[in-house]
């Protein structure tokens, strides 16, 4: 299951992305916003990180106009590697090294097309599991403590 949110900046990409999950028989709960209206972006990063960091939900797509501030403030919560990525080497990277568990998009960066296809990627690439990955992940949320 996937979280997904937007702000008003990532709604038209998110529309698109979920037309892509609907089509792939993947599941989702769609956390809003539901409008092309105004609206501040942490609201919704804070409810698609929490809904991630609680495990009901394995991964979290988030969208906003850049893609970087819905993703400064989804990272805010502990235990979310948000990636704010718009290019396919950086997703796959993110997920075989980071093991992000969001992706955050902008709606004014990419097109539909190639929104989809970063998701796409994000949603079919595995973390690698290789030891020093998953020791520099360890020390990224050790700093959440410090
Ligand atoms: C909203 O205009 C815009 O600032 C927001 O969508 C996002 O790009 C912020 O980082």
């Known amino acids: 299951m996937i979280a997904v949110g937007c702000d008003h900046g990532g709604y038209e990409l998110k529309l698109a992305v979920?037309?892509?999950l609907d089509e792939k028989g993947i599941e989702y709960k769609d956390f809003?916003?539901?409008s092309s209206e105004s609206v501040d972006y942490p609201v919704y990063a804070e409810k698609?990180?929490?809904a991630?960091?609680?495990g009901e939900y394995e991964k979290g797509l988030?969208?906003?106009g850049t893609g970087i501030g819905i993703s400064i403030a989804a990272n805010k919560i502990?235990?979310?590697r948000a990636a704010c990525c718009s290019d396919k080497f950086s997703v796959e990277m993110t997920?075989?090294?980071n093991n992000a568990n969001i992706l955050c998009l902008g709606g004014r960066v990419v097109t539909p097309e190639q929104g989809i296809e970063?998701?796409?990627i994000f949603l079919s690439t595995q973390f690698s599991g290789d030891e020093r990955h998953q020791r520099r992940i360890d020390l990224v949320t050790a700093l959440e403590n410090k």
Request: glycine content about 8%; proline content about 0%; aromatic content about 12%.
């Open 18 to 20: 979920l037309k892509f």
């Open 32 to 34: 809003g916003t539901y």
């Open 48 to 50: 698609v990180a929490r």
């Open 52 to 54: 991630v960091v609680s």
């Open 62 to 64: 988030l969208f906003c």
């Open 78 to 80: 502990k235990g979310v």
């Open 95 to 97: 997920r075989l090294h």
């Open 118 to 120: 970063l998701v796409d």
